[in-house]
């Protein structure tokens, strides 16, 4: 598994879909995921504000995982099935042990973000469908965004969502 980080979210110019776009915290691999627009808006709000902050629909799945004596660590991609990405939420009860259960990729990511959990790739995925950052930002991850939204404009400009499948 590969630590990621979140480098943008953007709308794919063709298709209207939102896309986040992952790069490796220790290496130069991104990973463009097209998103659901619901789970879009709770990653473009970010990380929950306060403890008491509840106001997105995935924010009442921390309370319930709490209550059953658990805790959230962590959100993977674990898998890549006919160009579908499979995802699980990585959970530690009291004495712990971990525990995952298996969700959307959208919702895992979505809560990995507003929670400020990690995010990993399965290393499989990222040698099948990795792209160099420099491929969807010359100017790198770390130029202004203005830049980088032009310069990923421009790959989303050349791709649909059947690319990555």
Known sequence: MAAMRMLRL???????????????VDGD???????????AEVIA???R?????????????????????????AAELTALVDGVYEAELVLRDVEDSEVR???????????AVRE???????????DEVGQPVSDLFPDGADAPPAEQLKDFR???????PDDFR
Request: aromatic share 2%; hydrophobic share 50%.
């Open 49 to 73: 504000a306060a403890a008491d902050d509840q106001g997105q629909v995935q924010d009442v799945l921390v309370p319930v995982v709490g209550a059953l004596g658990a805790r959230i660590v």
């Open 45 to 47: 709000v970010g990380p």
């Open 116 to 126: 400020g959990v990690g995010i990993s790739v399965a290393d499989a995925i990222l």
């Open 154 to 160: 421009e790959f989303l400009d050349e791709v649909s």
């Open 29 to 39: 691999r991104c990973l463009p995921v097209f998103l659901r627009p619901q789970q």
């Open 101 to 111: 259960v298996g969700v959307r990729p959208s919702d895992a990511l979505a809560l």
């Open 10 to 24: 953007i709308v794919h110019a063709r298709s209207r879909q939102p896309v986040l776009v992952l790069g490796e």
